[in-house]
T-cell receptor, first 111, second 111 residues
Framework: KQEVTQIPAALSVPEGENLVLNCSFT??????LQWFRQDPGKGLTSLLL?????REQTSGRLNASLDKSSGRSTLYIAASQPGDSATYLC??????????FGDGTTLTVKP | NAGVTQTPKFQVLKTGQSMTLQCAQD?????MSWYRQDPGMGLRLIHY???????DQGEVPNGYNVSRSTTEDFPLRLLSAAPSQTSVYFC??????????FGPGTRLTVT
C-alpha cells in the first residue's frame, strides 16, 4: 500500500526566505507526482505536475524535483511572500488513476 | 468552461439518512475521483472512475456508492449517514492519469 509522508507538518519563515518542502513515498512505481496548494476552507489548486520520467519542473518561483528511485520529491519556493501562506499537499498517482495524498505542510510566511 | 462543479456546498444530515453528492465536469475528462478530507489531514480516495461505466474502490470506500453513466457526471451516494462521515468531500477530474482539477468541495455534517 502506498504511503505518502510530508515533513515538516508546519513551517514558519520570514518573508524573503527560500524554503524547501519535502514529500516521500514508499512505492516507487508511480506514474507522476502532483503538488497542490490549499488555502483555508478552500479547494485545491494545482501547482506542478512531474512525470515519473522527469527530474524537475519549474513554474515561476516554484521548482519541484523528483527522485523516483529514492521515493522523494521536494518543492522549492524562492523568495517567499506572505501570499504564499497556505497548506501544500503532494499526491502520487498510478497510471490506473489512483492517487495517494500526504497530510500536507502548512506554511506561514511572516511579513 | 465551468470546470468541476459540486453541489451542494453545505449539507447537514441526521444519522441514518441517505443523500447524493453531485459532481459534474465539462472538460470531457475520462478520469474522475471522490475524496474526503478530515481536519488537519490530506485527502483520502473514496472511489474513482477511468471512464463511463467503470468504477473502482479507493482507500476508504465503505458506506459510499458511485456510478458513472456519463462522462460528465460522477455522483457519490451515502447510503446511511454516520457521524464518522462528517468531512469535506472533493471531486476531481483529469484527462487521464495526469493533472487533476478539483471542485470547490461539499462540507457535510452528520449529527
Amino acid at each position: 500500500k502506498q504511503e505518502v509522508t510530508q515533513i515538516p507538518a508546519a513551517l514558519s519563515v520570514p518573508e524573503g526566505e527560500n524554503l524547501v518542502l519535502n514529500c516521500s513515498f514508499t512505492d516507487s512505481a508511480i506514474y507522476n507526482l502532483q503538488w497542490f496548494r490549499q488555502d483555508p476552507g478552500k479547494g485545491l489548486t494545482s501547482l506542478l505536475l512531474i512525470q515519473s520520467s522527469q527530474r524537475e519542473q519549474t513554474s515561476g518561483r516554484l521548482n519541484a524535483s523528483l527522485d523516483k528511485s529514492s521515493g522523494r520529491s521536494t518543492l522549492y519556493i524562492a523568495a517567499s511572500q506572505p501570499g504564499d501562506s497556505a497548506t501544500y499537499l503532494c499526491a502520487v498517482n498510478t497510471n490506473a488513476g489512483k492517487s495517494t495524498f500526504g497530510d500536507g505542510t502548512t506554511l506561514t510566511v511572516k511579513p | 468552461n465551468a470546470g468541476v462543479t459540486q453541489t451542494p456546498k453545505f449539507q447537514v444530515l441526521k444519522t441514518g439518512q441517505s443523500m447524493t453528492l453531485q459532481c459534474a465536469q465539462d472538460m470531457n475528462h475520462e478520469y474522475m475521483s471522490w475524496y474526503r478530507q478530515d481536519p488537519g489531514m490530506g485527502l483520502r480516495l473514496i472511489h474513482y472512475s477511468v471512464g463511463a461505466g467503470i468504477t473502482d474502490q479507493g482507500e476508504v470506500p465503505n458506506g459510499y456508492n458511485v456510478s458513472r453513466s456519463t462522462t460528465e457526471d460522477f455522483p457519490l451516494r451515502l447510503l446511511s449517514a454516520a457521524p464518522s462521515q462528517t468531512s469535506v468531500y472533493f471531486c476531481a477530474s483529469s484527462p487521464g492519469p495526469d493533472e487533476q482539477y478539483f471542485g470547490p468541495g461539499t462540507r457535510l455534517t452528520v449529527t
